[in-house]
């Protein structure tokens, strides 16, 4: 399956509504180098894992200064994991696929652990009415 398929390349013009996606979205911040395509070969298969339960980005020098500005990125590659505009983690240098499945795998576990929390918390309230 080619990458443009399951990632898409995040722009000026499409980055905001990405970044406030109400599911969670992975972002590789990335450098066209000798690296590029192996990063992209992660990326890919991470989003073939995870398809349906989160989207995959990527972004090239041109958007870095977004990214280091809005959620503080200091190197590359960064991935970068979202929900409606809030960081849910990163992870920074090359990574094998397994690492970063292994990565968004734990921060959709948190956020899964968090609703639950929250769930348990409300119905606790409502027993107690």
Known sequence: ?????????????????????????????????RNFALNLVSLELTAMFFQGELK????????????????????????????AGHALGTLL????PGKLIEHVTEMLMDRRKQTLRTLLQVNKLQKEQ
């Open 56 to 83: 995959v980005y990527y972004v090239l020098e041109d958007m870095h200064p977004y990214f280091q500005k809005r959620f503080g990125i200091t190197g590359t590659p960064t991935y970068i994991m979202t929900q």
């Open 1 to 33: 399956m080619l990458a443009s398929e399951m990632i898409t390349r995040l722009t000026s013009e499409t980055v905001d509504a990405a970044m406030q996606e109400s599911a969670p979205v992975l972002v590789g911040c990335l450098f066209r180098d």
């Open 93 to 96: 240098g090359r990574v094998s």
